[in-house]
Nanobody
Framework: QELLTESGGGSVQTGGTLKLSCVAS????????MAWFRQAPGKDREGVAG????????FYADSVKDRFTISQDNAENTMYLEMNSLKPEDSAMYYC??????????????????WGQGTLVSVSS
């Protein structure tokens, strides 16, 4: 059984909206941080948004700030990423990740122990 399972990807036009979900098979509040990453063809995986048990959470990449919103429902063991005003450059495979150690920044993909299989987002102009 996969620990993290994403859903909600799809194809939209510029300016459209999608909401991604990531269901965890174990209690999420045991994780220091959970995050959404994305990877476009030929590019490195980049952190999009993170939610941690630190006081400064949530965190966003500059490229998505004010357009994307990360949230979590601990009762449902689900993390969400609501994406508004989508742009073609947002097209990528989106992954959720969990369990980065304290002291490792939320955007460092190498720090995460668990990953989902990804959900594809495609934004056409």
């Amino acid at each position: 059984q996969e620990l993290l399972t994403e859903s909600g990807g799809g194809s939209v036009q510029t300016g459209g909206t999608l909401k991604l979900s990531c269901v965890a098979s174990q209690v999420m509040d045991t994780f220091h941080c959970m995050a959404w990453f994305r990877q476009a063809p030929g590019k490195d995986r980049e952190g999009v948004a993170g939610i941690c048990d630190d006081g400064d959470s949530p965190f966003y990449a500059d490229s998505v700030k004010d357009r994307f919103t990360i949230s979590q429902d601990n009762a449902e063991n689900t993390m969400y990423l609501e994406m508004n005003s989508l742009k073609p450059e947002d097209s990528a495979m989106y992954y959720c990740a969990a369990d980065v150690p304290h002291g490792v920044p939320w955007y460092e993909s190498w720090g995460y122990a668990y990953w989902g299989q990804g959900t594809l987002v495609s934004v056409s102009s």
